[in-house]
C-alpha cells in the first residue's frame, strides 16, 4: 500500500482556472507538507499543518488555500492558476515535528 | 537567499566509483541533516540522516561526514552502481522551532557509468 498517495498524478489545465489536488497518508502521522518543486528541480516548502492546524504558510500566494478534513488527508486548492504554478508538487508526512518527512509521487501541473 | 547550498549540480562517475556530494549551510538553528534521493517521475526518498552530535554516519554504501564548525555535510556513495543513478538533495531543518520545514539544496544528479 503506497503510504503517501497523491492525486492526480497529472494536470493539464487552462490558466484562470481553479483545480485541487488531494493528498492522503495511511501513515497515521500527525504532521503533513506540501512542497513545490520547480523547472529546475528545486524543492520549496509551501505549507505544514500539525493535526489538522496551519503551522506554516511560506509567503505563497492566497490563491493557494490548503485544507485538512482530518489528520489522513491535506488537501491543496488552487484558483486563478498562473503559468508561474507550473510545477510538480509534493505532499508529505511525518509522524510528528522531529521525524523524518515521507513524500508522495507527486503531481505534474501545467498551466496552458 | 538560498540557506543550504549544493555542490555539484551534476556528477559522472564510473561502475564502482565514489560519488561525493557536498552542502553548506548558514543557519545554526539547523539541528538534522537528512538526504533524499529521487528518481524521475517519483517524490524525493529519505535515504540517510545525521545530527549535528556525530561527525559521521554509515548506513551500508552511503556515509554522510557532518562538519560542524564549518557548517558543511557532505554524502558519499561507495561501490556506486547505475541503480544509484538519480538526483539526491541534502536538506536541513530545525525542528519543531520552524514546523519542521525542511531548507533543500539545490540537488545533485548523479550518473553512474556501468
Known amino acids: 500500500d503506497t503510504a503517501v498517495s497523491q492525486t492526480p498524478k497529472y494536470l493539464v489545465t487552462q490558466m484562470g482556472n481553479d483545480k485541487s489536488i488531494k493528498c492522503e497518508q495511511n501513515l497515521g502521522h500527525d504532521t503533513m507538507y506540501w512542497y513545490k518543486q520547480d523547472s529546475k528541480k528545486f524543492l520549496k516548502i509551501m505549507f505544514s499543518?500539525?493535526?489538522?492546524?496551519?503551522?506554516i504558510n511560506e509567503t505563497v500566494p492566497n490563491r493557494f488555500s490548503p485544507k485538512s478534513p482530518d489528520k489522513a488527508h491535506l488537501n491543496l486548492h488552487i484558483n486563478s492558476l498562473e503559468l508561474g504554478d507550473s510545477a510538480v508538487y509534493f505532499c508529505?508526512?511525518?509522524?510528528?515535528?522531529?521525524?523524518?518527512?515521507?513524500f508522495g509521487d507527486g503531481t505534474r501541473l501545467s498551466i496552458l | 537567499q538560498q540557506q543550504v547550498k549544493q555542490s555539484p549540480q551534476s556528477l559522472i562517475v564510473q561502475k564502482g566509483g565514489i560519488s561525493i556530494i557536498n552542502c553548506a549551510y548558514e543557519?545554526?538553528?539547523?539541528?538534522?541533516f537528512p538526504w533524499y534521493q529521487q528518481f524521475p517521475g517519483k517524490g524525493p526518498a529519505l535515504l540517510i540522516a545525521i545530527r549535528p552530535d556525530v561527525s559521521e554516519k554509515k548506513e551500508g554504501r552511503f556515509t554522510i561526514s557532518f562538519n560542524k564548525s564549518a557548517k558543511q555535510f557532505s554524502l558519499h556513495i561507495m561501490d556506486s552502481q547505475p541503480g544509484d543513478s538519480a538526483t539526491y538533495f541534502c536538506?536541513?531543518?530545525?525542528?519543531?522551532?520552524?514546523?519542521?520545514?525542511?531548507?533543500f539544496g539545490g540537488g545533485t544528479r548523479v550518473l553512474v557509468k556501468p
Open positions: 499543518y500539525n493535526n489538522k492546524e496551519l503551522i
Open positions: 543557519n545554526t538553528a539547523f539541528d538534522y
Open positions: 508529505a508526512s511525518s509522524q510528528d515535528f522531529s521525524q523524518p518527512q515521507h
Open positions: 536538506a536541513a531543518t530545525s525542528g519543531k522551532a520552524a514546523g519542521n520545514k525542511l531548507t
